[in-house]
């Protein structure tokens, strides 16, 4: 089971506008599912993680965007009512970590978001694979990618491709610390 990001990135280095929109809404080319490699990216996955703020958005909307995979939250808080039966949440991302690996699905986790959950499952040495979509945009100001005082880091480069628009996907491992 590896854990992976695909997160879409301003080339300023911005995951999500001032107003805390993700940065590929703002691309004219983005097609939910569809567009940026999330199809081959998400082939491999039997669950996805994320934080509550990143979570929150699609609780009691029209759509689901996690059918068929496994729902893991990164929350001190209670689940809202609505959210849909069989999410599973805790508070500590160790704890969170475990029971995924005792969850009953096959494949890789999608690590969804924010800054703040990549950081916590990066801090214990959980994520492997840090995927972003490097966009064609400024934003100038927003949420990025890294928290202020999150840990340096070595990544190894392991591919790249670029899509029709711009946009260049890039997949890191992670490797040793940066001292
Ligand atoms: N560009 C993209 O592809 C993309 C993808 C996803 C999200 N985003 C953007 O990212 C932004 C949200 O990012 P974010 O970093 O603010 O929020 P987040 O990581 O989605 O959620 C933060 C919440 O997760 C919990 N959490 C995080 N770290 C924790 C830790 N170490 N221990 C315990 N709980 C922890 C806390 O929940 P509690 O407060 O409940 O304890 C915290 O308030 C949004 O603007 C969204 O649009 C962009």
Redesign the pocket.
């Known amino acids: 089971m590896l854990i992976k ?5 301003s080339a300023d280095g911005f ?3 001032v107003d ?5 809404l703002s691309m004219p080319t983005f097609v939910s599912g569809e567009s940026h490699g999330h199809p081959e990216f998400i082939a491999d996955c039997g669950a996805v993680v ?6 929150l ?1 699609a609780v009691g909307g029209s759509y689901w965007p996690w059918s068929g995979l496994e729902v893991f ?5 209670p689940l809202p009512e609505a959210t849909p039966a069989g999410v599973v949440s805790a ?3 160790a704890e969170l970590l475990a029971l995924m690996q005792k969850a009953d699905f096959a494949g890789n986790v999608h690590l ?9 499952f990066r ?1 214990i040495g959980a994520l492997d694979l840090l995927g972003i ?1 490097t966009l064609p945009i400024l934003l100038g100001d ?2 990025r990618l890294t ?1 202020a005082g999150s840990a340096a880091q070595y990544l190894r480069l392991d591919s790249t491709r670029t899509f029709p628009d711009g946009a260049v996907e890039q997949i890191y491992s992670i490797a040793a610390p940066l001292t």
């Not at 990001?5 to 990135?9: D, P, Y």
């Not at 994320?50 to 979570?55: A, I, L, Q, Y």
């Not at 969804?112 to 959950?117: R, S």
Request: hydrophobic share 35%.
């Open positions: 990001t695909h997160m879409g990135v995951i999500s506008s805390g929109r993700p940065a590929l994320m934080g509550r703020s990143t979570f958005p939250v990164l929350t001190s808080q508070a500590d991302p969804v978001g924010g800054q703040q959950t990549i950081d916590a801090q979509v927003g949420t928290p």
